[in-house]
Nanobody
Framework: QVQLVESGGGVVQVGGSLRLSCAAS????????MGWFRQVSGKEREFVAAISRSLGNTYYADSVNGRFTISRDNAKTTVYLQMNSLKPEDTAVYYC???????????????????WGQGTQVTVSS
């Protein structure tokens, strides 16, 4: 498994931007699909965005499409989540995740990801 460490969370006003980073250990980063999920206390963890291992295809939840951008730098073994036009409902703990097993049609499913970071808090104040 790969070890993941998120950073970049914080407090931002409505309409502002943040960029989250997720640094991964290990030499096989390029063989993992990477995802971002978020969770509000008392609610289930929800999919935010993902990027595939080979072609770098990107996937987004409808709620963030057009506002968030996921990217990866395999040389730096880091995945990013650029968040723009932030809304109060984006407030959550954001988690980075990695999966090496390819299961078609499940890139947005938390249960197929085997490595998780510790999470970083994002708070959008109105």
């Amino acid at each position: 498994q790969v070890q993941l460490v998120e950073s970049g969370g914080g407090v931002v006003q409505v309409g502002g931007s943040l960029r989250l980073s997720c640094a991964a250990s290990g030499r096989t980063f390029s063989t993992y699909d990477m995802g971002w999920f978020r969770q509000v206390s008392g609610k289930e963890r929800e999919f935010v965005a993902a990027i595939s291992r080979s072609l770098g295809n990107t996937y987004y939840a409808d709620s963030v499409n057009g506002r968030f951008t996921i990217s990866r730098d395999n040389a730096k073994t880091t995945v990013y989540l650029q968040m723009n036009s932030l809304k109060p409902e984006d407030t959550a703990v954001y988690y980075c995740a990695a999966r090496d097993l390819f299961v078609p049609g499940t890139i947005n499913a938390p249960h197929v990801y085997t490595s998780w970071g510790q999470g970083t808090q994002v708070t959008v104040s109105s």
